[in-house]
């Protein structure tokens, strides 16, 4: 599984204002709303428990948001085609 | 009168806060394995590193075994100091309100810091007088102060907010200036800068010993 973990809109994200600048700077034209966060990754027996995860320990509900994503199979195998995330 | 200092793997301010509690009272180090708080008086949890701040900073460290013998202190009226890491801690264990976001610059600032004291009748400031300037050095990354607005207009009417930087001197980017904030209970206080570098004349500034001092003063005042 996946967890998606990015700032709370609005927070001061001075990661993505960093990279916003950056990208222009390399030629790369109208890129907008950046925003950096975290990726976990995990395999759990039980994905009904991680909500309760993300609350307690995986995520800061004061300054982030976080999306559960179903993750590909495992690391090297062919998950090509399989959709990052939802 | 004894102060506890909580030690982490990753802590790296202890023993300074060790000798600064030692110039106003007794002082023991406390292991993050550990449950016993060893009837001390007060707590202070120091700066550093906690299990490397993985994931984010305190948010490992505040579930240690030490550290929920500490928020049950807390929850019973205990003095509890948190300093730089120690304040992060105290954050993601709820003792504190908001949390401690990357500095606005992104980068690791070590500078000595005019501090406004807001209130002098608190356990941790009575050493001090309202308006005083406090010469405190601070060293960190994630130390920009940041609540919700509904959370951060409850801390201000609660007068939680007892230390901001002087003006200009917000450099983390910091809510309202702030540099340090205390519970609605008025027994826990957390703050980025470091009151247990500022406590010899040596170093340039001995402000930092009057937190410490205060603590003392309180506790002894209740005895």
Not at chain 1, 50 to 75: F, H, R, S, T
Not at chain 2, 129 to 144: D, V
Not at chain 2, 159 to 165: A, F, H, I, S
């Amino acid at each position: 599984m996946r967890v998606l973990v990015r700032p709370k809109a609005g927070i001061l994200d001075p990661q993505g204002q960093a990279v916003e600048r950056a990208l222009p700077a390399l030629g790369f034209d109208g890129v907008s709303q950046v925003h950096v966060g975290r990726l976990i990754e995990l395999e759990v027996a039980d994905p009904a428990q991680l909500p309760a995860m993300c609350e307690k320990l995986l995520v800061n509900p004061l300054i982030e948001d976080y999306e559960i994503a179903p993750g590909e199979a495992a690391a090297g195998s062919d998950g090509a085609d399989t959709p990052a995330s939802r | 009168m004894k102060f506890g200092v909580l030690r982490f793997p990753g802590t790296c301010d202890e023993v300074d806060a060790q000798l600064a509690c030692e110039r106003v009272a007794g002082a023991e180090i406390l292991w993050h394995g550990d449950r016993d708080l060893k009837g001390v008086d007060a707590i202070v949890v120091p700066g550093g590193f906690s299990y490397g701040d993985y994931l984010r900073v305190g948010a490992i460290a505040r579930f240690s075994p030490l550290m929920e013998s500490v928020i049950d202190f807390a929850k019973q009226g205990g003095p509890v100091l948190g300093i730089c890491n120690g304040f992060q801690i105290l954050c993601e264990a709820g003792l504190l309100p908001g949390a401690l976001l990357p500095n606005r610059t992104l980068r690791f600032v070590c500078r000595q810091v005019d501090l406004r004291v807001e209130r002098a009748d608190t356990i941790f400031t009575n050493a001090c007088e309202p308006g005083e300037l406090l010469s405190i050095p601070a060293k960190h990354t994630t130390g920009c102060w940041y609540a919700p607005k509904e959370l951060h207009e409850q801390v201000e009417a609660n007068g939680q907010v007892l230390l901001r930087y002087a003006e200009g001197g917000n450099f983390n980017g910091s809510l309202a200036d702030v540099a340090g904030v205390m519970n609605e209970a008025g027994n826990v206080f957390g703050l980025m800068p470091h009151p247990e570098h500022a406590v010899d004349p040596l170093t340039g500034s001995t402000d930092g010993l009057k937190l410490f001092a205060s603590i003392r003063d309180s506790i002894a005042a209740h005895v």
